[in-house]
C-alpha cells in the first residue's frame, strides 16, 4: 500500500499586504495601525471639582454637550466621570473639558 501525500495549509504570511511603494528611500515607512499620543493630556484640562459644570470638547461621545463633574479621577491621564444634561454618563479627559460660567 502506498503512503498518501502529506498536504499543508498555506502559510499565514502569505495574506500579508504588500509594502508600500513609493517610499523614499532612508526614510522608515509609517505603519498604519501607529497611533499619536496626546502629550497634553497628562498635564490635565484644569482643576475641577465635583458639581462643576463643564463642557465636553474635542470629539467622540457628547462632544460639545454641558456635563455636571460626578467623580474625579487621577492618574496618568486625569479623568472625570461626568453627566450630561440628557442624563447620560461618561468618563471624560480632563484636557476635554472646559469650565462653563454661569453668566446672568
Given at each position: 500500500?502506498?503512503?498518501?501525500?502529506?498536504?499543508?495549509?498555506?502559510?499565514?504570511?502569505?495574506?500579508?499586504?504588500?509594502?508600500?511603494?513609493?517610499?523614499?528611500?532612508?526614510?522608515?515607512?509609517?505603519?498604519?495601525?501607529?497611533?499619536?499620543?496626546?502629550?497634553?493630556?497628562?498635564?490635565?484640562?484644569?482643576?475641577?471639582?465635583?458639581?462643576?459644570?463643564?463642557?465636553?470638547?474635542?470629539?467622540?461621545?457628547?462632544?460639545g454637550e454641558t456635563a455636571v463633574v460626578e467623580t474625579l479621577a487621577s492618574g496618568?491621564?486625569?479623568?472625570?466621570?461626568?453627566?450630561?444634561?440628557?442624563?447620560?454618563?461618561?468618563?471624560?479627559?480632563?484636557?476635554?473639558?472646559?469650565?462653563?460660567?454661569?453668566?446672568?
Amino acid at each position: 500500500m502506498r503512503k498518501r501525500k502529506v498536504t499543508y495549509p498555506v502559510a499565514r504570511t502569505a495574506n500579508r499586504p504588500a509594502r508600500p511603494t513609493g517610499v523614499e528611500p532612508g526614510s522608515a515607512p509609517v505603519r498604519p495601525t501607529v497611533v499619536t499620543i496626546d502629550q497634553t493630556a497628562l498635564a490635565g484640562g484644569g482643576v475641577f471639582a465635583i458639581g462643576d459644570r463643564v463642557l465636553i470638547t474635542g470629539t467622540g461621545l457628547y462632544a460639545g454637550e454641558t456635563a455636571v463633574v460626578e467623580t474625579l479621577a487621577s492618574g496618568v491621564i486625569p479623568a472625570a466621570g461626568v453627566r450630561t444634561e440628557a442624563g447620560q454618563t461618561r468618563r471624560v479627559r480632563t484636557v476635554d473639558l472646559r469650565r462653563v460660567t454661569d453668566e446672568g
